[in-house]
């Protein structure tokens, strides 16, 4: 029995496009797998290039003087030793540590409240000149904050509260950008829910405290690691704000460690040594709400 030309022709031309199909299938995948373990790579080496300098430092605080000055950039130390974090006992360190966690947590605590109670108003309230005090919030922000420096310590100066621990607390308590970020997440949350507390009875304060903070939690982790980390890193203000020894924070006391407060030499272990352990607590709140971080800081980009 004859074949017919054309069905013959069908039939040995699908194996051939099948198996140029498949080839062109697996060179894809070879070159998508080329592409990302380069593009690994490159992160990896990106990486490396940021984490070298903490590597530095951790390793100099084990290290002496002499083989820190010998040797700054080696990952080892020649002499293993706790030197360093024993002359930081022994100093002042304790102090400025606990100074600095009084002021982080009063000022995170306050900055959340405030700034939620204000991003709230902004957002849902209506009164008179709220569109020009949102336009002063924004213009706040582009202020340098070495800009008010000098009018801070006038007023601290002039109100009796220069050299306290409320003069470090209290001008801190609320900023511009906690209060965007509060606005922003919360134009993002339905008016519908709210409506519904207020058919119940609820007042504006409760269904601000009851109903809509708790829906903004996402936010609130965001801001409370952005106040923690600023208020645990600030140096211009503490240093207009204060003059005692004993209200000197880990920021001002790292900083005079580096004129040589503690002796003579160029003492990397020692200076390296408190930065690390400066350090510590601001990557812990940060590692240990990263993806909180990351939700809440991209969740108020649109309205739903």
Known sequence: ????????????????????????????????????????????????????????????????????????????????????????????????FANSAIVALFVTAGRVFFDSLAGYALARLRFPGRGALFAAVIAVMAVPGVVLLIPKFLVLNQIGMYDSYSGMIVPLLADAAGVFIMKQFFESIPVSV????????????????????????????????????????????????RQSPDLNTLTTGVASLVSGQLGSGNQYPLKLAATLLMTIPVALVFFAFQRHFVRGGTSGATKG
Do not use: C
């Open 194 to 241: 709210e409506e519904a507390a207020r058919i119940d009875g609820a007042s504006t304060f409760r269904t601000f405290w009851s109903i809509v903070l708790p829906m903004a939690r996402p936010a609130l982790l965001t801001l409370t690691i952005l106040s923690f980390q600023g208020s645990w890193n600030e140096l211009g203000h503490f240093i207009v704000s």
């Open 1 to 96: 029995m004859s074949t017919h030309p054309k069905l013959a022709g069908k039939d040995t031309a699908a194996p051939a496009d099948g198996l140029h199909a498949t080839r062109g299938k697996g060179n894809r995948t070879r070159r998508g797998g080329l592409t990302r373990a380069l593009g690994y790579t490159a992160l990896v080496l990106v990486a490396m290039l940021y984490i070298y300098p903490f590597l530095i430092q951790l390793a100099t605080s084990f290290k002496t003087d002499a083989d820190a000055t010998n040797n700054p950039l080696s990952l080892w130390p020649q002499h293993f030793t706790t030197a360093a974090f024993s002359r930081l006992a022994e100093a002042d360190y304790p102090r400025w």
